[in-house]
């Protein structure tokens, strides 16, 4: 069951009946958290029923861990590495078969052997890499002592299994979420009002923003041998800012809902694309999962606390493991072996372009502020263009559909600076509008987008990119709350009218539904 859905329009106002009746009138945290977990297992068997056992055995093993752990201080490594190992392979086995089957085939094939490992025909259960690292933070935490371990099945069953966040995040860490479920929770208007507002601005995100957008870039990607250079470069930019939208907007009603039924979740994106290097824009981009990896994986590999080379080797192996994470495909690692080369670049390279750039005058030394340099606002903008067109130089293998489609794409990219003077060229002969349209394949009939789309959706960026301007210091629904009452409402409805009459035809997936 997508948020995006009829299905979902229906569910969630009976869930919210319900969980406050149980709340109000019976008055038993234990019957409300049973109520919540039924209605968060039927939302997930939604998709594929036979699956709930997957998701049933992760909250098994992981609950009778904690416990055990505690209980046997002395094995509790061991009883740690048992929740690890059967959580992964469980996920390796669904997500990751496949995958290795195919890469030893090729080696086989390459070595001229007639070895060969046969692939399975599974369906990747939907919010596998989600749940299971929920799951396995869980048990890291009980093992390092940060929690306990929860005793109350059903509790922690809600904590893994609960509905907004858990097919697609935010992943949740124990210490916030599951001390939520043992509270009793009652109606609060300004809950669940400002819970509708976020909510509402996710579904316009997606169905708005991030689905326009990806008209013209599965029209570009997935036909490759229509696009030119100049189509791909807007396509990958257009799709920056579509897997944005549609991560984003999915967190936003992911942590709208929950707010609404009285749970806070944690934020997933702070504005990315206002980051001024790599490093910054994980700290604003898929929070929960940055955080994760940092905890989980950077810190005890040594952290920044090391020497700079290695430093730059832990990101490297995080940055890898998180585009492994994405998928299991050799261009999701590059992807993330991509972002950790910019980031070693940067660390290696901090103190030339420090001295640089006070010699310049663009900066100056100052102690008082974090990384001691206070840089001009003028090159802090140079700083986010220059870290958006890396973000960009790295999307173009995130989003091509195979390593293969990615040298195509290169290759066509390289014919950029042919392409644009061939177009100018031909300005004088077939007029500006046309060499625009040909240099771009504004054509709705080969790419699904012609001009007209095409100023929408850089109309639609900006609306993105305004929002996040004025909500840079607070939320967007504690601004609205103060204006006077014409102007929310002006604002509620333009929302809700963009929802209803500017969305594009047809129900699309969430991008990391695949993931």
């Known amino acids: 069951m997508a948020f995006n859905s009829v299905q979902f329009l229906l569910f969630f106002p009976i869930v919210f009946c319900c969980y406050f009746f149980c709340t109000l009138v019976i008055k038993k945290n234990i019957v409300t958290q049973t109520v919540l977990l039924i209605f968060s297992l039927f ?159 996710g579904f316009f995100e997606k169905v708005v923003i991030a689905d326009r957008l990806a008209v013209y870039v599965n029209g570009i990607y997935n036909n490759l041998e229509i696009a030119t250079g100049w189509s791909l470069l807007l396509a990958t930019f257009l799709f920056s800012f579509q897997v944005l939208c549609d991560f984003s907007g999915y967190s936003d009603i992911a942590i709208g809902v929950a707010r609404i039924l009285g749970f806070d979740l944690m934020r997933n994106f702070r504005r990315p694309f206002f980051a001024k290097s790599v490093g910054e824009t994980w700290a604003r981009w898929h929070i929960s999962l940055s955080t994760w990896f940092k905890d989980y994986l950077y810190f005890p590999l040594g952290g920044s606390r090391v020497s700079k080379f290695r430093h730059c080797f832990n990101l490297l192996v995080v940055m890898a493991v998180s585009g492994f994470w994405h998928g299991a495909a050799w261009h999701y690692v590059l992807w993330g072996v991509m972002h950790g080369i910019f980031q070693s670049v940067g660390i290696l390279t901090t103190p030339v372009r420090r001295k640089v750039l006070v010699a310049c005058k663009l900066g100056s030394f100052d102690n008082s502020i974090k990384g001691g340099l206070r840089v001009k606002r003028g090159w802090q903008f140079v700083q986010m263009f220059i870290t958006f067109c890396l973000f960009i130089f790295a999307a173009v293998v995130f989003r091509a559909n195979t390593m293969a489609d990615y040298g195509v794409i290169m290759q066509k990219m390289s014919h950029i600076p042919a392409e644009l003077a061939n177009a100018l060229s031909s300005v004088h002969a077939a007029g500006a509008v046309e060499a625009f349209r040909n240099l771009f394949v504004l054509d709705e009939s080969i790419s699904g987008y012609g001009i007209k789309h095409c100023a929408a959706a850089i109309g639609c960026i900006a609306v993105l990119l305004s929002a996040d301007l004025i909500t840079r210091r607070e939320r967007g629904y504690d601004i609205i709350k103060r204006q006077h009452f014409l102007i929310r409402w002006i604002c509620y409805y333009l929302l809700v009218f963009a929802i209803l009459f500017c969305s594009v035809t047809g129900k699309t997936a969430f991008v990391y539904f695949q993931f």
């Open 43 to 201: 939302f997930y068997a939604c998709w594929e029923p036979a699956y709930l056992c997957l998701i049933l055995i992760s909250v098994v093993i992981t609950y009778f861990s904690g416990i055990y752990m505690e209980k046997f201080q002395t094995r509790k490594g061991l009883i740690l590495t048992v929740s690890l190992v059967s959580n992964l392979a469980i996920l390796f086995f669904f997500k990751y078969y496949n995958f290795f089957a195919d890469s030893l085939n090729w080696c086989f094939v390459s070595a001229k052997s007639d070895a060969r490992i046969p692939g399975l025909n599974i369906l990747l259960p939907v919010g596998i890499s989600f749940y299971t690292f929920q799951a396995l933070g869980y048990s890291i935490d009980v093992y390092k002592g940060k929690v306990r371990a929860e005793t109350n099945f059903i509790t922690y069953a809600l904590f893994v299994t609960f509905f907004p966040q858990l097919v697609a995040g935010p992943i949740e860490r124990t210490g916030n979420l599951l001390p939520q479920f043992k509270i009793e929770h009652s109606l609060d208007y300004d809950r669940i009002t400002s819970g509708l507002k976020l909510a509402a601005w």
